[in-house]
């Protein structure tokens, strides 16, 4: 089924006479424009692109199957506007995508109309053969950038200077942008599983943690490596070999059958055993597609109870030391009906730089 086929189901399911697309991430991928301040009102013979004058040419070129209706008064005007002479009666919207003042404002426009918050992301969940394509490609992207990247970190460089330097090789291998923050922590900065680059001198014998993304098409990336600068002491390489080991594990965990909850607490069992479970301290993964962060979530909360081919989600266990550091190893994944097949493919053996 195509995508505007599961969404005309979804309107059905839900009694919705049509439909409000207001996330940039779903305008997206419903119509294949890619701009802001634009909505889709979508019903069962009818599916319209509402923006303004700057967007109208780029909207005839990225979109088909959707009339174009350009508004100069405001949005949520124009989208009261249209929604009434569709003369529909109950209308989704993506309530967890739409402020409060927004929805007011619709709500004073649309008397007699049912406004439904509706959940349109779990649509996304599993990946077509575009979206798998755009997503092997980010992480082509990421895997040269730290190849390059590894040539320039040494003792005496800074956090932001190596972030800096593995940011301008994505964009120069066809990055649009980052897919997020880039997190480079060293040393004892590496307890910090979210540790954006800050003016942190790397030294000799630090870890030195990269958790970086690309994106292409609008799809991101997202890969952890850990590298040490110098000789790593037999210490650093036990905890390594730990997070290594339970990493690997995770991809053969990682199925298409089992539950997100499942294969979280598989890995975090790996590290138990070998001692550093205590120290792993977050979901061992996401999902990633258009957004960096999407579900199913691989987490003790995860609501997934069957991983499916066609997902797209990282397995990144870690293992952070306050006040001693830390680090993580993370690939992006594709499910399939053969098992986990693994996007990023930079080398995960301990780099002595
Ligand atoms: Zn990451
Ligand atoms: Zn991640």
């Known amino acids: 089924m195509t995508r505007l086929e599961n969404l005309a189901e979804k309107i059905a399911a839900e009694n919705l006479d049509a439909i409000v697309i207001s996330k940039p991430e779903n305008v997206h991928y419903f119509s294949g424009f890619r701009g802001d301040s634009t909505v889709l009102l979508i019903g069962k013979n009818f599916r319209r692109l509402i923006t303004d004058s700057r967007y109208t040419d780029q909207a005839k070129l990225q979109t088909k199957d959707f009339e174009l209706v350009e508004q100069s008064d405001g949005l949520i005007k124009k989208l009261a506007e249209e929604i009434k002479n569709c003369g529909a009666k109950i209308v989704g919207f993506e309530g967890r995508a739409v402020t409060f003042a927004e929805y007011t404002r619709l709500k004073e426009n649309l008397s007699g109309v049912e406004l439904k918050s509706v959940e349109v992301d779990s649509l996304r969940q599993i990946k077509d053969a575009a979206e798998i394509a755009n997503i092997r490609r980010a992480c082509e992207i990421g895997d040269r950038a730290f190849a390059e990247v590894l040539n320039f970190i040494r003792a005496g460089v800074s956090e932001i200077e190596v972030a800096a330097a593995l940011e301008n090789f ?184």
């Open 170 to 353: 994505m964009r120069r291998f066809g990055s649009e942008k980052t897919a997020f923050d880039t997190i480079v922590a060293s040393g004892i900065r590496g307890s910090l599983p979210h540790g954006v680059a800050s003016d942190k001198v790397i030294a000799s014998g630090e870890f030195v943690t990269l958790d970086f993304g690309a994106k292409f098409n609008g799809y991101c990336s997202d890969m952890t490596r850990t590298v040490c600068v110098g000789r790593a002491s037999d210490k650093q390489c036990e905890i390594y070999d730990a997070v290594l080991s339970a990493q690997v594990y995770g991809l053969e965990v990682i199925k298409v059958g089992v539950s997100g909850k499942f294969v979280d607490g598989a890995v975090r069992e790996r590290l138990n055993r070998a001692g550093y479970g205590k120290y792993f301290t977050h979901a061992l993964g996401h999902s990633l597609g258009l957004e960096i962060h999407e579900d199913p979530r691989l987490s003790r909360l995860s609501t997934c109870e069957s991983l499916a081919a066609g997902m797209i989600v990282t397995d990144e266990p870690g293992v952070y030391i306050a006040g001693v550091g830390g680090l993580r190893i993370e690939d992006t994944v594709l499910i399939t009906d053969d098992g986990a097949e693994t996007l990023t493919n930079a080398p995960k053996n301990l780099l002595e730089l």
